[in-house]
Structure formats: C-alpha cells, structure tokens
C-alpha cells in the first residue's frame, strides 16, 4: 500500500515566524510531488510542485524534496494568519494517479 | 473564470436513494478525477477519466459509477447510497506531463457536501 505521511497537528507558529511542514512517502520511484493548502469548509489549492532533489522557492514558499531519505517538507517563511489552512502533501506514482495525505492543520497566531 | 464547476454544493439523501454529482472543466484538460474526502483519512480516489472515452477505478470505487460525457463533463452516480457514502466530493482536472509520466498538480471544484441518512 502506497501511502503518504503527515504529522496532523496542529502546528501553532507566532507570526512572522517560519512554518515547517514535513512529509514522508512510501514508493521510492514516485517523481512528482504537491503541496496544496485546503482552508476549512473550501477545496485543495494547488501551491507548489516539485519534482527534483532540492529546494524550489515560490515568494515566501519553499518545497525541499529528498528522495534518498523518501521526504518532502514545506516552509512558509514570514508566516501570516491567513496562511492558517490545512497543508496537504500529495504524490504521483506514475501515470495518472496521486495519492495525499491526511494533511497538517497550521496555526499562525497573531 | 476558468476552472471546474461541481454541482450540486450540498445534497442530503435517503438511503437507497440514487444521484448523479456533475462536474465540467473548461481549461482544455484531458484528465479528471473524482475524490472523497473524509475527517482524518485525507483526499482518496474514486474513479478517474485519463482522456475522453476512458474511465478507471481508484481506491475506493466500490458502490460508484462515473461517465466520461464529453472532454468537459465527468459525472459521478450513486446508484443506491449507503449511510458509508457521506463524505464531500471532490472533482477535478490537470494536465499531463508525458516526459515526466505524471500528471501536473490538480484543480478543484468546490465540493459536493453528501450526507446518507
């Protein structure tokens, strides 16, 4: 069973401090990976992708992707209250299929 | 504005009872999925259409039966629902990346909130 991992929550953050989402994930030859932010009550919006060992930066978001280590983590840097959402990871395993996970419920205290 | 519509927002049904979700995209995507999102177990997948004239389970596809209408329309129907089908129901659509074998990040409707009383 392919699965991927997310710590639920919730992480608290004062603002303007860095948020660090993490994300562990299970099949080794997956090559695209999501995060998407899901505020309460709304649908999954797509944030950032990435697909290459590294860091991709985005404005204040950074996706850092290691596959060695089966791990894809978020950071939000400057945080502000209105980034309080649901952070969901997802992965495609090849083809047309991509998998989330339960998602981490982000808090950024004023 | 460009993006995926789903109808109906919300829809309380008797159990045994029958419905067909409505989604349509108009951002030219060959590929769209419907979802099922419930408390503490994440986004799974239900069905999904690769391209127009193409349909395949997911996870979860048991009690589901979904038609590809158009390259636009991707309907989801519950032929007789079940009290285990209340959930929110996500549509959506993305592109695909051929020299990657994957598809691009999704858009999403709005959700369909169903509850089976």
């Known amino acids: 069973q392919k699965e991927v991992e997310q710590n639920s929550g919730p992480l608290s953050v004062p603002e303007g401090a860095i948020a660090s989402l993490n994300c562990t994930y299970s099949?080794?030859?997956?090559?695209?990976f999501f995060w998407y932010r899901q505020y309460s009550g709304k649908s999954p919006e797509l944030i950032m992708s990435i697909y290459s060992n590294g860091d991709k930066e985005d404005g204040r978001f950074t996706a850092q992707l290691n596959k060695a280590s089966q791990y894809v983590s978020l950071l939000i840097r400057d945080s502000q209250p209105s980034d309080s959402a649901t952070y969901l990871c997802a992965e495609n395993t090849g083809g047309f299929k991509t998998i989330f996970g339960a998602g981490t419920r982000l808090f950024v205290k004023a | 504005n460009a993006g995926v519509t789903q109808t109906p927002k919300f829809q309380v049904l008797k159990t045994g009872q029958s419905m067909t979700l409505q989604c349509a995209q108009d951002m030219n995507h060959n590929s769209m999925y419907w979802y099922r999102q419930d408390p503490g177990m994440g986004l799974r997948l239900i069905y999904y259409s690769a391209s127009e004239g193409t349909t395949d389970k997911g996870e979860v596809p048991n009690g589901y039966n979904v038609s590809r209408l158009n390259k636009r329309e991707f309907s989801l129907r519950l032929e007789s629902a079940a009290p285990s089908q209340t959930s929110v129901y996500f549509c959506a659509s993305s592109g695909y990346q051929a020299d990657r074998r994957s598809n691009y990040g999704y858009t999403f409707g709005s959700g369909t909130r169903l509850t089976v009383v």
């Open positions: 099949d080794r030859v997956s090559q695209s």
